[in-house]
């Protein structure tokens, strides 16, 4: 599995790392720098976006517009932005402050749902033999 996460917070985004690393067989969880170059080169498994505002929201309507199988889980402080994920078929949303518990669930239910879910297994036991 192949995962993107973009926030500021450190420790936010070793949290959700790992429950993404803790939810797949196999999975390369990959951090977005925010230096303005995003990653739309190519389609991963869950994007997690847990920013705030216009940057937010830009970043989520980008990827569901490119790749519509990638599970997208948006974390904002900003409630009025549910209209918007849900019209855009966003995966889930989550709004700050958050329980750590609904995040944990959102992330395994999105791993679990990934059209590639096979691939991943497949991969883990070929990496095992190496």
Known sequence: MEALVYTRDDKEYEKI????EAGSDLAEV????????NYFSHEYDVVVVALNG???????????RRFEDTRIIWITDDQ?????????????????PYDDERLNGSVLEAIRQCPNKHVWKHSAVGRDKL
């Open 80 to 96: 009025y932005f549910a209209k918007t994920a849900i019209r855009r078929h966003i995966y889930d949303f989550i709004e700050r």
């Open 54 to 64: 216009a940057q937010g929201m830009e970043l989520v309507l980008e990827y569901s």
């Open 30 to 37: 990959y951090r977005d720098p925010l230096n303005g170059h």
């Open 17 to 20: 790392k790992d429950l993404l």
